[in-house]
């Protein structure tokens, strides 16, 4: 089937990069940085959308559902970078946030030819994870026309899950689809068509938006300060110290003590202290309290 390119805005050509290869150096790097500009208050238009699903996500969370994010290429790559970020930034499971991109692994560091047109491929890889009415799919595609893409919204649908998309041409298949389109319209790239540009900093934003709101939404953050954050490795073991010294006002001392007698968990270290009680007693808190901290600590 022809692809009529000509319909997306993102294939177009831009006006004020035409002459971009006859530019000095720092006069192309302007033109890049003023397109960029226009991506933010692209993303700014979508906040309505994208607080609905964030709480639809956080509620999925509380129910021990899953964010899935699917593409292909960039878009695909991307959700699979907000993912992989979610477990040591906010101590949740590997699996409570799952990036898919057509052609699988291989696909994360080259292309896998013919992946992205295959609508049977993307309903196999949600059944692979055993997709079902609890979770949460996030569909990307900056065209909003990619084959795998809708084929895994289309399944994802049948069973009953809420299903969002991300792209940037308006009026497309992606948006259609979805209970949810999140459009970023940020207008002709720079390079034609190079769409790893403009549209993917904006879904990078809007993927930035939804794995954290819903994060803050179940409790995973207190004040500004990543409270459930995993010490994996020494600058993150300094971390923890500085966030239980943050949020509590405390000593260094004080941090060091309530995080050891807390098995290294920040939130259990800081209702310890906030509370003035032993580590089981907030550990129970936590736990009665969905989490969260401020009315574990009361």
Do not use: W
């Amino acid at each position: 089937m022809a692809i009529d390119l000509s319909s997306m805005i993102t294939e177009t050509r831009n006006p004020a990069s035409a002459e971009i290869d006859q530019l000095s150096t720092l006069a192309m790097l302007r033109v890049i940085n003023q397109e960029d500009q226009r991506v933010a208050l692209a993303v700014g238009q979508l906040l309505p959308e994208i607080a609905r699903a964030v709480d639809i996500i956080a509620a999925a969370f509380n129910k021990g559902g899953r964010l899935v994010y699917i593409g292909a290429g960039t878009s695909g790559r991307l959700g699979i970078l907000d993912a992989s970020e979610c477990p040591p930034t906010y101590g949740v499971p590997a699996g409570q946030v799952v990036g898919l991109i057509a052609g699988g692994h291989k696909a994360i560091l080259q292309a896998v030819e013919n992946a992205e047109d295959s609508v049977e491929f993307g309903v196999n890889d949600l059944k692979n994870i055993d997709f079902n009415a609890n979770d949460v799919l996030v569909g990307i595609a900056a065209s909003g026309r990619t084959p795998y893409v809708l084929g895994a919204m289309a399944y994802a649908k049948s069973q009953g899950a809420s299903v969002f998309s991300i792209s940037c041409n308006p009026n497309s298949p992606l948006a259609q689809a979805a209970d949810i389109a999140m459009v970023a319209v940020v207008g002709p790239e720079v390079v034609t068509g190079s769409s790893r540009m403009k549209a993917g900093t904006a879904q990078k934003l809007i993927l930035n938006m939804l794995s954290t709101g819903a994060m803050i939404r179940t409790g995973k953050v207190y004040g500004n300060l990543m409270v459930d954050v995993e010490a994996t490795n020494a600058k993150l073991v300094e971390r923890q110290k500085r966030i239980v010294m943050e949020a509590t006002e405390c000593d260094r001392t004080t941090a060091e003590q309530a995080l050891a007698a807390a098995n290294n968990h920040c939130k259990t270290a800081i209702v310890m202290i906030l509370a003035n009680i032993s580590a089981s007693e907030a550990r129970e808190r936590l736990h009665n309290n969905g989490g969260f901290i401020s009315p574990a600590a009361r």
